[in-house]
Every structure is written in structure tokens, then in C-alpha cells.
């Protein structure tokens, strides 16, 4: 009851000041126009404070540095106010004293989280405070609601994820992981051209959605009259431009799956995938430990991180087991307990792994994988050898056709990277599309659809090609230390609020 009634008075109090704010608006709306347009910003807090930090006292006077900067107030005391500028903090000295009576009066208009542009000499203050010694000031927009406690900041989680814009204005931390996001995508195209890949667009709305197991999102289009579908990965369409003669393509883009909300899911996820001819899913085990060891030194500036408690070296080889060899290690097995179907019923029995036992040998290997091994493998880990079931797009592992030569990279009980051999055999790929039609005629929703076009692409001939996917959204949680994959999404996907307010 206590915890209502101190929601109720908190609320109350925003509520007021929400309508005080009003009314200085109103006042201003009066007088002027409420939200100007001409004030041009030509100096950055950043390089102030880079410039000028430094200097003595005296020094800084003697160089009468004029400056015209613009940020979000975000303290207030007496004379001296404190903005943000993109995230960088510079004091302002502002003493009504020396203001015309129209400044002073519109002095008093000024709140936290409004926005101000102003114009002074950039000095010091005896506490060698980099300050400017505002000389003009404009109001440029009034915050009409106030920003959190500037200690606690926005401590709601779940506010922080729907109210992002107010996250970034008071969370240092969050600005950071976005920045750091940012930097990393930028760092794996620089990678990727660099090794002589090019970067590609392919369509978002498909006909026929394919590229992976996965359940697709509908819409229609009326021109058309035809449904269509977002796409759950672009595989298809950047093989079929391997097909034509672009023999490295990557792609940095969106996906979209039809699936539940979770630390580790988002229906609408960012992925790198890239192609390239002439290479086998080994040669893509390589480039990715490059990869992400490249991205550790160059973005966070060490081959050694650190994710929610455990340590991570990249400078070191990544480890490599088949399916099998790690259920054999983790589960206690060996490696007759896999090779038929009932003997891989008696292991998910007597592992209490839940399985339908309709399902197939290498559906039921993989269950067992997921269940009991895959949290288990904190440590970089390539897992490679997939059963063909449920590797509807990769190449036969030779002289071992029951499995694929394919690979998942496994950090910290999680998957950040799936790659494989790709299957350039026109005849096989129509029979797996066929088995895959099949089942989703029986009621799997994730199963692929036959794709008459693709298959008619590798009938001009697919070279022998390696394809691999990175989920970006987990990579940044890795190299962030970050638990959630809404940490790293801007605006994440979430589930109707109860209460509006």
C-alpha cells in the first residue's frame, strides 16, 4: 500500500511540474516565437574540453577563446548551469546580474532538460572548472516533462527499453553501448572490403521466404494482390549473385522471425552474412576467430574481455568438437549411444531430454545437444558436423553423408555464428526442399518452403561456396557486457503495457 501511495505522490509531482512547464511555455509562446530556428552551433563540448582542459588559469584568459555551443541542461546551481553536448558536459557561468531585464526574465524560464544555445568566453573558474562565461543566451526548446533523479537516474528497466530518448539523455552507460555498436559495424565493412568483399542489398519483402528454419512474418501487397513475407535470412538471394559471378558478397541488414521475446530474441534482428567462392566452412572458421579477435583489439582495445563474469581470450585458437564428440564429453556417452535411433532414444531417456520419438535420428541428436550441452560451453567453440536433418542447406560431409560440413561458434552457452560448406548440388537441394515442404505440410510453421527459382539458379551452377551468419545484436552483447539483447537495440520489441499513463 505504501509502495502505491508513494507511486501516487510521485506522480502527483510530475503532474505539477508538467503543468508549471506549461505555463512558462505558454508565457514564452506570447512574447516570441517557442521554438527558434536560427541559433548555428560552432563550437562541441567535446573539443572544448579537449582543447582547453589542459590549460592554467591566466593562460586561458589571455587567449579569449569565444565560444557558441548548445546542449541539454541537466543541473542547475545559482549562476552556474551544466549542459550536455552529445553526451559531453560543459559548465556555463550565467549572472543575470550582467543580462539585459528581458535575459534575466527569460533566465527565469529556464528548467532542467531544456535545450539552450548561448554564446561567452571560455575561462576558468578558481575550482578549475573549464566554464564559458555566457554573454547571450537563447532558449531553443522547453522540456515540458522533467528528466529522472540525476543520481538514480532511469532505473526501470523496462522504461528504459520504451522510453530510449530519455535512457541516452541520462545514462552515460547506454550512450556507450550504442556508440560501441556502432563502432563495430563500421569496423566489420572496413574488414570485410578489405579482404575484397563487396557489400549488397538484397530484398527484404520475398515471395517465398527462405534462408532458414524459421517462422516468417505476412503481409500483403495490394498492386499485387499476393501475400508476401519478411525475410527470415537472405541466404538464397546471395548465393544466387555467387551464382553470377560475385564471388565474395556480404550483407549488413535486417531479419525478421516470427518468434517469442527473450533475453537472446528480438523479431526484428540485425545479421551479417557474407559468401565466398572457392572456400569450405573451415576456411570461414578462420576468417571468424580473425574476425572477432580483430574486433577485440581495434574497437575495445584488448584480445582479452570480459562478459557477465567470465573471461574471454582471443588471442587464443577457439576450440573445435563435432556434435557427437561434445555430447560424448558432456554427457558421459559414447559414441554407440548415437549412431541408431534407439539407441539415441535410450540417451534422451536416460539424460530426461524431451523428445518426440517420431522425430529423427539427427533431429534427436541435436535435441540432446541443445538441452544438455550447448549452455555448458562457455568458452569460444566451434561445434561443427550438424546432422543433415536439420541442415537443409548444406554440403554433405564426404564419406560421412548422415552429417554436414557445418559449423556453429558457441561464447558463453550461446550461439553468435552458423557457417557451412553450402550445398551446390541442384538434385539434392530439390529433394531436401521437397522433405522440407513436407513437413511444413504436416504443420511445422518453420520448415522452408521449395523455392523453384533457386534451384533453378543452381542448375547454371553454384562453385563450390562457404556462407556464413553473425548475429550482430549478440556479438555487441559480448563485446558490451551486456545481458540482454535489448540492451543493444535501440528501440526493442516489447509486449503492450497494461497501463497507459
Known amino acids: 500500500m505504501n509502495e502505491e501511495n508513494n507511486n501516487y505522490e510521485k506522480q502527483e509531482d510530475e503532474n505539477n511540474l508538467i503543468a508549471q512547464r506549461r505555463e512558462k511555455l505558454s508565457s514564452i509562446r506570447m512574447k516570441r516565437e517557442a521554438f527558434p530556428n536560427a541559433f548555428k552551433k560552432e563550437s562541441k563540448a567535446v573539443e572544448l574540453v579537449s582543447a582547453y582542459s589542459g590549460k592554467e588559469k591566466i593562460e586561458l584568459e589571455e587567449l579569449t577563446?569565444?565560444?557558441?555551443?548548445?546542449?541539454?541542461?541537466?543541473?542547475?546551481?545559482?549562476?552556474f548551469v551544466v549542459i550536455s553536448d552529445e553526451g559531453t558536459q560543459i559548465q556555463l557561468y550565467m549572472n543575470r546580474k550582467s543580462y539585459s531585464e528581458a535575459m534575466a526574465e527569460e533566465l527565469k524560464s529556464l528548467d532542467l532538460g531544456d535545450i539552450i544555445g548561448v554564446k561567452g568566453q571560455v575561462f576558468k573558474t578558481n575550482q578549475d572548472e573549464l566554464t564559458v562565461r555566457v554573454e547571450e543566451f537563447e532558449l531553443l526548446t522547453k522540456s515540458l516533462r522533467p528528466l529522472p533523479d540525476k543520481y538514480k537516474g532511469l532505473t526501470d528497466m523496462e522504461m528504459r527499453y520504451r522510453r530510449r530518448y530519455v535512457d541516452l539523455i541520462v545514462n552515460e552507460e547506454s550512450r556507450s553501448v550504442f556508440k560501441i555498436r556502432s563502432r563495430i559495424i563500421r569496423f566489420i565493412r572496413h574488414y570485410f572490403e578489405?579482404?575484397?568483399?563487396?557489400e549488397v542489398e538484397t530484398p527484404m519483402m520475398q515471395v517465398i521466404p527462405g534462408g532458414a528454419t524459421a517462422r516468417p512474418f505476412i503481409t500483403h501487397h495490394n498492386a499485387l494482390d499476393q501475400d508476401m513475407y519478411l525475410r527470415v535470412a537472405p541466404e538464397l538471394y546471395l548465393k544466387r549473385l555467387v551464382v553470377g559471378g560475385f564471388e565474395k558478397v556480404f550483407e549488413l541488414n535486417r531479419n525478421f522471425r516470427n518468434e517469442g521475446l527473450s533475453t537472446r530474441h528480438n523479431p526484428e534482428f540485425t545479421m551479417l552474412e557474407f559468401y565466398q567462392a572457392y572456400a569450405r566452412y573451415d576456411d570461414l572458421m578462420d576468417l571468424t576467430e580473425d574476425l572477432f579477435r580483430s574486433i577485440a583489439k581495434t574497437v575495445i582495445g584488448s584480445t582479452s574481455i570480459s562478459y557477465q563474469g567470465a573471461e574471454y581470450d582471443f588471442s587464443q585458437p577457439f576450440r573445435r568438437l563435432?556434435?557427437?564428440n561434445a555430447i560424448e564429453s558432456y554427457c558421459g556417452l559414447q559414441a554407440v549411444d548415437l549412431v541408431s535411433k534407439v539407441a539415441a532414444i535410450a540417451a534422451a531417456n536416460k539424460l530426461d531430454v524431451s523428445i518426440d520419438e517420431s522425430w529423427s535420428l539427427g533431429k534427436i541428436v541435436m535435441e540432446i545437444?541443445?538441452?544438455?550441452?550447448?549452455a555448458q560451453l562457455d568458452q569460444p567453440t566451434f561445434i561443427m558436423e550438424y546432422p543433415i536433418e536439420v541442415s537443409p542447406l548444406a554440403r554433405r560431409k564426404e564419406g560421412q553423408p548422415e552429417v554436414t560440413d557445418r559449423f556453429e561458434l558457441i561464447i558463453g552457452g550461446r550461439?553468435?555464428?552458423?557457417?557451412?560448406?553450402?550445398?551446390?548440388?541442384?538434385e539434392d537441394q530439390a529433394e531436401r526442399f521437397l522433405e522440407q515442404a513436407a513437413q511444413k505440410?504436416?504443420?511445422?510453421?518453420?520448415?522452408?518452403?521449395?523455392d523453384n527459382d533457386y534451384i533453378t539458379a543452381l542448375e547454371y551452377g553454384l562453385p563450390p561456396t562457404?556462407?556464413?551468419?553473425?548475429?550482430?545484436?549478440?556479438?555487441?552483447?559480448?563485446f558490451t557486457n551486456t545481458p540482454s539483447i535489448k540492451d543493444v537495440l535501440l528501440f526493442?520489441?516489447?509486449?503492450?503495457?497494461q497501463n497507459s499513463d
Open 492 to 497: 526493442p520489441h516489447m509486449r503492450p503495457q
Open 441 to 450: 505440410s504436416s504443420g511445422d510453421n518453420e520448415a522452408m518452403h521449395y
Open 194 to 198: 578489405e579482404l575484397g568483399f563487396m
Open 65 to 79: 577563446v569565444q565560444a557558441k555551443v548548445a546542449g541539454r541542461i541537466i543541473r542547475m546551481r545559482g549562476p
Open 466 to 478: 562457404a556462407g556464413e551468419g553473425i548475429g550482430i545484436d549478440r556479438l555487441v552483447m559480448l
Open 415 to 426: 550461439e553468435l555464428a552458423n557457417g557451412f560448406s553450402e550445398l551446390n548440388d541442384p
Open 369 to 374: 545437444f541443445e538441452q544438455k550441452v550447448e
Open 322 to 324: 563435432t556434435v557427437h
